[in-house]
Nanobody, 127 residues
Framework: QVQLVESGGGSVQAGGSLRLSCVVG????????MGWFRQAPGREREGVAV???????SYADSVKGRFTISRDTAKNTLYLQMNSLKPEDTAMYYC?????????????????????WGQGTQVTVSS
């Protein structure tokens, strides 16, 4: 059974930083795509950053240069370091893992490729 558990969300002022963590269980995540997605109230869920099985990252234009996705295989943990946060980054952030039976492009916008989801962690950025 695949389990994804996020943590690290919170409330910060604009310009601040947060690091999200996602502990992965029951899934050989180092061989597959994993990513971070977010959903703001009244908006569709969108891709933020993903990392492919080859370790290459893909970022949404809105977060390039500010966010960094990484993983620690020994700890079975996926991270999202978020710097220079903006009010428009306010959203529920979700960790997700792809469907291991399907091809994964490793592109942040391909939300349809992700089968397993965590419960989410809230990030609120005030101006």
């Amino acid at each position: 059974q695949v389990q994804l558990v996020e943590s690290g969300g919170g409330s910060v002022q604009a310009g601040g930083s947060l690091r999200l963590s996602c502990v992965v269980g029951g899934y050989a995540y180092s061989q597959h795509c994993m990513g971070w997605f977010r959903q703001a109230p009244g908006r569709e869920r969108e891709g933020v950053a993903v990392i492919g099985g080859d370790g290459r990252p893909s970022y949404a234009d809105s977060v390039k240069g500010r966010f960094t996705i990484s993983r620690d295989t020994a700890k079975n943990t996926l991270y999202l370091q978020m710097n220079s946060l903006k009010p428009e980054d306010t959203a529920m952030y979700y960790c997700a893992a792809d469907d291991p039976l399907r091809y994964c492009s490793g592109t942040y916008s391909r939300i349809d490729e992700y089968k397993y989801w965590g419960q989410g962690t809230q990030v609120t950025v005030s101006s």
